[in-house]
């Protein structure tokens, strides 16, 4: 039996969620928080399941969490056995820790410095081009197009953006080994931006998980929850869940 202290904020955070009532960035938040409690990761298993079986009995929608905690699980219980005969877990849009997969795809997207401030106009062009072109199927097209701004590029972070948008397109085209290199590159450009060197390590740990470099996708995913900013939380949960394996 699985034991873990009540806690009635994430229980609402859970029956927030079944309802679709939460934010992209509050489910981000919650799974944070999941993969790191295995008994509120089978609480929502179950109060997903029950709410499932409600619906196709065409009961009532009522707050699923409003019960006891013994009352609830003995519900939950009681209607997945008579009903279902089975465990039946609802189609979730994030994937639970034992499952925890590398990203399926990385959303292609313009770069700011560390302060805010965009980048320079003509750099911004050119990404936004090359990502019109990739978009269109076009890949090579619009990797000679960001190679060749790479080759003129005058600075660090400039040649740090191109390559992570170059790694970019390539990871989305499963063509991870390729994508690695460019993430490297954006690494080894050594800007001073947390906000790039971040996403950089972020990608890079995901396509080595991808490839299967688990001690490598870990020492990525180090380097950037250290760096404190928009992708540390998942990339401790990414942390804590690779270190099973």
Excluded: H
């Excluded at 806690?7 to 938040?29: H, N, P």
Aim: hydrophobic fraction near 40%; proline fraction near 1%; avoid cysteine.
């Amino acid at each position: 039996m699985i034991e873990s202290t009540i806690r009635e904020d994430i229980e609402q955070k859970i029956d927030d969620y079944i309802q679709e009532e939460l934010s992209a960035t509050e489910i981000d938040e919650l799974w944070a928080e999941l993969i790191e409690d295995d008994y509120y990761l089978d609480y929502l298993k179950s109060a997903a399941a029950l709410k499932k079986i409600v619906n196709e009995n065409g009961q009532k929608k009522t707050g699923i969490l409003q019960f006891s905690s013994s009352q609830k699980w003995i519900s939950a219980a009681a209607a997945i056995l008579l009903v279902a005969g089975s465990f039946v877990v609802f189609n979730l849009s994030v994937q639970p820790s034992e499952s925890l997969q590398p990203l399926a795809s990385i959303e292609l997207d313009y770069y700011r410095s560390a302060d805010g401030a965009a980048t320079e106009f003509e750099e911004q062009n050119n990404i936004r081009m090359a990502i019109t072109v990739a978009n269109q199927g076009n890949i090579e097209e619009a990797l000679e197009m960001l190679d060749n701004q790479i080759d003129i590029a005058s600075t660090g972070i400039e040649r740090a953006e191109l390559s992570i948008t170059a790694g970019s397109i390539l990871y989305n085209s499963g063509r991870y080994p390729e994508a690695m290199d460019r993430f490297e590159n954006a690494i080894a450009a050594e800007v001073e931006d947390a906000v790039v060197e971040e996403k950089a390590y972020w990608y890079l740990g995901n396509t080595y998980f991808q490839l299967n470099r688990i001690e490598e996708a870990k020492e990525a995913f180090t380097n950037a929850y250290d760096l404190n900013g928009a992708y540390s939380r998942v990339a401790q949960s990414y942390l804590k869940a690779l270190s099973t394996i």
